[in-house]
């Protein structure tokens, strides 16, 4: 089947890949009709490896997807052909001490789509564990649904942070899964949330997508800003969705005595944290990797349009154009903030 292989490092062939999927008793086959590009699939084109991840053998990228279904396994139940789904592309290994205790996605041998060395789903077809495969609302459209994969993300960061009705919360950074943590947070609770980042554009595109509150910190002060807005007191939550090496020193700056950090993006190496700034607030620190048991509560915040991920959908090509559409994502401009594919 055709699918969009990357063949090293800053090499990428939308060409013929063969792959022998079996339909397992308890698996779907999915015809694939929208892939969203994530940072993730751009480092591993850019770079060739994350951390550990290291890219050795031509692999499919690929991970944010929503389909058809086309083929059911004998014993599905509750998924039938026709009906219109999105994937978690995640599958952990049932029998695993940490899927036993419902923290599946830390399963050492989870098997995640275009995480090296499994292959993506930017391929016509994919064969995925129904339990993994969610149907999406009938309003709820493949592009969509695509985007559930990243929403996800800030779900899990909601609920790590515990938000209660009427928290101030501060998201850092405006990109994909700031924002979408930021539509997380409201929906969570908060009253209104400060978002920052330096290009302009993207904090527009934020402050109309609810009560939060655009803050560029090359112009702005945003402790300042918090401080105003709370009384000088700090905001009860502050989600780092940058991943900056001072960025987490930031977050406990601005937070409220109490309050809850959560930790999002991914710093590069190793990164100093200052301790005591933490202690004399008591700071809750908490950490998230992917997500679990939230593609459900995703979707049905978006069928209910208490969530709405449309605004972030700014660019759409055709699976003929993904290499391009892989290029335009590892340069966007400050005005795109998801880049799908349409199969
Ligand atoms: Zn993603």
Known sequence: MQALVLEKTKSLALRDFPIEEPLGAHDVRVRIHTVGICGSDVHYYQHGRIGPFVVREPMILGHEAAGVVTETGAAVTGLGVGDRVCMEPGIPDPNSRATRLGLYNLDPAVRFWATPPVHGCLRPDVVHPAAFTFKLPDNVSFAEGAMVEPLAVGLHAANKARLRPGDIAVVLGAGPIGMVTALAALAGGCAQVIITDVQAPKLALAAKLGPILPVNVREQDLKAVVNRLTGGW???????????????????DVLAPGGCVVLIGMPGAPVPLDVVAAQVKE?????????????????????????????????????????????????????????????
Request: proline content about 5%; glycine content about 4%; charged content about 20%.
């Open 283 to 343: 700071a809750r620190l908490e950490t998230i990797f992917r997500y679990a048991h939230v593609f459900p509560r995703a979707l049905a915040l978006m069928g209910s349009r208490k969530i709405d991920v449309r605004p972030l959908i700014t660019d759409a090509y055709g699976f003929a154009d993904a290499v391009a559409a892989f290029d335009y994502a590892s340069n966007m401009k400050p005005t795109s903030v998801k880049v799908q594919i349409t199969l």
């Open 234 to 252: 700090g905001a009860d939550v502050v989600f780092d969705a940058v991943g900056l090496p001072q960025s987490a020193n930031q977050a406990l």
